[in-house]
C-alpha cells in the first residue's frame, strides 16, 4: 500500500506559474515510476508527466517546454514544475506512482489538486 498526498495548485493567470508537490509513504520501496495526471470537467484523466526511478521523464506534447517533473532520490515525492500556465491547463491534478513489474503493475493516487488557469 501507498498513501501520496498532494499539495500546491490553485488559481493563477494565463502565463504565470505553480508548482505541485506530491509525498509518498507505506510501500515506497516498490516504486518504479511516479507522475502526474489530470482530468478536466467532462474528459477523461490524462496523463501529464511521468518519472521514473531512473529519472527517464516523459511529457504529453501539450506541456512539453513548459511543465518539469522531478523527483526526490528517496522516491518519496515528486513535484510539477509548472510554467507559462494556459487556461486550457485548468484541471484536477492526480499524483500517480506505479509498483510492480510488466504486465502485474499496479497503481496508487492521491486525492487530486485543482489548478485554474484565468484568461
Known amino acids: 500500500q501507498v498513501q501520496l498526498v498532494e499539495s500546491g495548485g490553485g488559481l493563477v493567470q494565463a502565463g504565470g506559474s505553480l508548482g505541485l508537490s506530491c509525498v509518498a509513504s507505506?510501500?515506497?520501496?516498490?516504486?518504479?515510476?511516479m507522475g502526474w495526471y489530470r482530468q478536466a470537467p467532462g474528459k477523461q484523466r490524462d496523463l501529464v508527466a511521468t518519472?521514473?526511478?531512473?529519472?527517464?521523464?516523459n511529457y504529453v506534447d501539450s506541456v512539453k517546454g513548459r511543465f518539469t517533473i522531478s523527483r526526490d532520490n528517496a522516491k518519496t515525492a515528486v513535484y510539477l514544475q509548472m510554467n507559462s500556465l494556459k487556461p486550457e491547463d485548468t484541471a484536477v491534478y492526480y499524483c500517480?506512482?506505479?509498483?510492480?513489474?510488466?504486465?502485474?503493475?499496479?497503481?496508487?493516487w492521491g486525492q487530486g489538486t485543482q489548478v485554474t488557469v484565468s484568461s
Open positions: 518519472i521514473t526511478t531512473r529519472d527517464s521523464t
Open positions: 500517480n506512482v506505479r509498483l510492480g513489474r510488466p504486465g502485474f503493475y499496479k497503481h496508487y
Open positions: 507505506g510501500s515506497i520501496s516498490s516504486i518504479n515510476s
